[in-house]
């Protein structure tokens, strides 16, 4: 269908729209239109990715003056795949309806391990490991190398030579997911991952991973190219402030510092064997650092490993300190840097300190100073080039030991340093963590007009523009508009023996309490047909928990009723479980999930229909307060946003409930009850934390129910959800035609948005 939003003519690929698109395209303009930023909420199964691809490229299509890139970012390479292919249902309406093809080009982007088709190398799947084989034939150096002495390198890669020894292959316009870059590599036999490299700059929509962007280190060398007329989407960033923090933090156990040392010490005999026998091209680096060229560009543009870590523009207009452009005194630096590091590691204590104290410390004791350390990690990176080390795993923890370094010396604010002893279950620590996720994120929301972030469990909204520190233009969040009660959402705050139900640490281990929980998992599995998703709020809880149920007899008699299957640590035993999960509801045996909140299961799986008609979640998954991290955030937090320490704990609580809730509901075709198994759910403050789609639905009356009332309220409401659902049935309710769109009717939907000032 065409519809006009706010003036602006938007193709949409299906016959059908909800209200709330049209209104969170109409906000999405907005932003576009102010080249400002904006924070969306939209409820989960509601259309937001296509609504978002087709006013965006309505908009590129009518003024690629004003706004001429898209970049979606993503958190997994299912969400990215998904993405990709509404873009192409999108591409191909738009070549029905105009007789041409758009003349555009959209690219998936991914990580070699995912891209790569050399069989020798991808057989190795580790990431890091695909990494360094990768680079170990791909380096200019090896290549050079290998012209002369073929024997003392590893064979080159076909698919990147064929890519550099003709004229570079371009990709035609057209729409591109990884199994389709893939499939051209094997084709016109060239490498998929550079293929997808070079496409980037061109391409007029790109689809990758929020590191690509937010980590300095990667940002540097795939997104540095990207024009200030680019609209950035962060798709699904409830977590975006997490996201930006771990890609600013880095941790040295002692086990990766010592790893580090003898990393230090096979570095040093390379430089000794370099001296003895190419000198020159020592000489040659230590003259390209007194001239500041520290990078040669053109390798640069190929090679991951030269990535800057983190260093802002006005100190990468600076020369490389002179004490540390010789590679032997660089060297001794470093060691001097290791042992400090070490030294710190010998303590029975927990401390907390800011960087200045840091510093000044290392000062006082190793007379390092601030600027060459700051150098650190771009030094480093010269070095290993020079060296001609083509696999960065052989030195992984020397480089972040100098991460470390340059990180410590370069952010005087937002970050603590955090030296933890050993125990049994860790080793000691030594952490630069920051405090501050705006740190990360204010390069992106400076250097692009719009900034979106978006996603279905955003509430609080108020609180992201505290965290990010930024002014966004638009804040909206949106409900659904449903033709029938689809969502049922239930708080249990109680066992039928009266006993409270809760997670809280000083109840959470009570026989009584689990039993509880057990009678409510049971009933459930006896009344709800087909799939059961029972979220915990940690592992360790879960494994108490499940092992109390065996005592009880609790999983002996779910196995009655229905497959029981658990998510672990471990990827490839949730990848499997999940996959006969999935197998045991197909073929109507049932079966129940238990998870995890924060684990995989939590964030990137749609258990759609027949996958996901209950979800449970057994207690809040409140973060482990008793991390020294965490307790140096929730300070640093009150101390410079004025955001207290239960409010960002109960936020991030509560948003992470509301994510494994949303793993129900995929559509409004789709149902599913929402259980809330915590007597805190009862009260008011915490259920206004959820988002405005779940609080609609959810009825006053059934906030403080037994297990045997939610049952009896599950058992009515299941069946009435089970009769036939039509289309027709929604037309007009909360689904919209285009004469509809067109005849104003959405003046009756308007309490689907709230916007915020």
Request: neutral net charge.
């Amino acid at each position: 269908m065409k519809i006009l939003v706010d003036g602006l003519e938007v193709l949409f690929p299906y016959d059908y729209i909800y209200p709330e698109q049209v209104f969170y395209m109409q906000e999405l303009k907005k932003s576009l239109d102010a080249q400002g930023h904006a924070i969306l909420e939209m409820p989960s199964g509601t259309g937001k990715t296509i609504s978002l691809l087709s006013l965006v490229m309505a908009y590129m299509t009518k003024y690629p003056q004003k706004l001429n890139k898209l970049v979606y970012c993503s958190r997994t390479i299912p969400e990215i795949e998904k993405c990709v292919e509404e873009l192409r249902n999108l591409y191909a309406f738009y070549e029905k309806q105009t007789k041409e093809a758009p003349d555009l080009m959209a690219v998936a982007m991914s990580a070699r391990k995912n891209l790569c088709i050399n069989e020798e190398v991808a057989a190795m799947r580790i990431g890091s490991r695909v990494d360094g084989a990768c680079q170990s034939r791909t380096a200019s150096y090896i290549r050079a190398r290998r012209a002369v002495a073929p024997d003392t390198v590893p064979s080159p890669c076909a698919y990147f030579e064929k890519m550099h020894t003709q004229d570079m292959y371009q990709l035609p316009n057209g729409v591109y997911n990884i199994s389709d870059l893939k499939a051209v590599g094997q084709k016109e036999g060239i490498c998929p991952y550079f293929l997808a490299r070079y496409a980037l700059n061109k391409a007029s929509i790109v689809v990758y991973s929020y590191h690509y962007i937010l980590d300095p280190k990667i940002a540097e060398l795939v997104s540095k190219d990207f024009a200030r007329k680019t609209c950035v989407v962060f798709d699904e960033a409830h977590n975006i402030d997490n996201v930006c923090i771990e890609s600013m933090s880095v941790a040295l156990s002692i086990r990766s510092v010592e790893r580090a040392s003898a990393e230090l010490d096979q570095i040093d005999k390379l430089v000794t064997k370099a001296k003895r026998e190419n000198a020159a091209r020592l000489q040659h680096e230590y003259e390209r650092l007194v001239e500041g060229l520290r990078k040669a560009e053109q390798e640069r543009a190929n090679d991951e490993r030269l990535a800057n870590p983190v260093l802002p523009d006005a100190v990468l207009k600076e020369a490389i300190p002179g004490q540390i452009r010789d590679a032997t005194h660089f060297v001794s630096f470093l060691k001097r840097v290791v042992e400090y590091v070490r030294h710190r590691l010998r303590t029975s204590q927990v401390l907390i300190e800011s960087p200045a104290v840091f510093l000044k410390d290392i000062q006082d004791r190793m007379f390092l100073d601030r600027k060459p350390l700051r150098f650190c990690a771009e030094r480093f990176s010269n070095l290993a080039k020079t060296l001609e080390i083509s696999d960065l795993a052989e030195v992984w923890a020397l480089s972040q030991v100098t991460v470390f370094a340059t990180l410590v010396s370069t952010y005087s604010k937002g970050f603590s340093v955090i030296v933890e002893p050993g125990d049994q279950r860790q080793l000691p620590t030594i952490t630069l963590s920051c405090m501050d996720a705006s740190i990360a994120i204010r390069p992106v929301l400076d250097r692009f007009q719009t900034v979106v972030i978006t996603s279905g469990t955003l509430s609080p909204l108020e609180i992201y523009p505290k965290m990010l520190d930024f002014d966004p233009c638009v804040m909206a969040s949106f409900t659904m508009s449903l033709a029938r009660p689809c969502i049922s959402p239930l708080v249990v705050s109680k066992g039928n023996d009266q006993v409270a139900v809760t997670s809280r640490f000083e109840s959470r281990a009570e026989p009584s309490v689990i039993r509880n929980y057990g009678n409510l998992v049971i009933d459930m599995a006896k009344i709800v047909p087909d799939g059961i998703v029972v979220f915990f709020t940690s592992y360790l809880y879960m494994q108490a928990v499940i092992s109390l149920w065996y005592d009880q007899q609790v999983i002996d008699e779910l196995m009655k009723h229905k497959l029981v299957f658990i998510e672990t640590t471990d990827a490839k035993e949730t990848s499997v479980a999940l996959e006969k999960y999935v197998e045991a509801c197909d073929c109507g045996r049932g079966a129940i999930l238990f998870s995890v909140a924060r684990g995989k299961v939590s964030e990137g799986i749609d258990f759609a229909h027949h996958l996901g008609r209950c979800v449970i979640m057994l207690g809040i998954p409140y973060m482990y307060t008793e991390s020294k991290i965490l307790r140096a955030r929730l300070e640093y937090l009150r101390d410079q946003f004025g955001i207290k320490e239960n409010d960002f704990l109960t936020f991030d609580a509560m948003r992470h409930t509301a994510q494994c809730m949303g793993r129900a509901l995929r559509g409004k075709t789709d149902y599913g009850l929402m259980i809330f198994a915590d007597k805190r759910f009862s009260r008011a403050d915490m259920r206004s934390k959820l988002p405005r789609w779940i609080q609609e639905y959810l009825d006053t009356a059934n906030t403080n129910l037994s297990v045997d009332e939610a049952v009896q309220l599950a058992r009515r409401w299941l069946p009435l959800m089970a009769q036939p659902f039509q289309r027709k049935d929604q037309i007009g309710v909360s689904l919209l035609t285009q004469s509809m769109v067109t005849a104003q009717v959405l003046a009756k939907f308007s309490k689907v948005v709230e916007r915020y000032d």
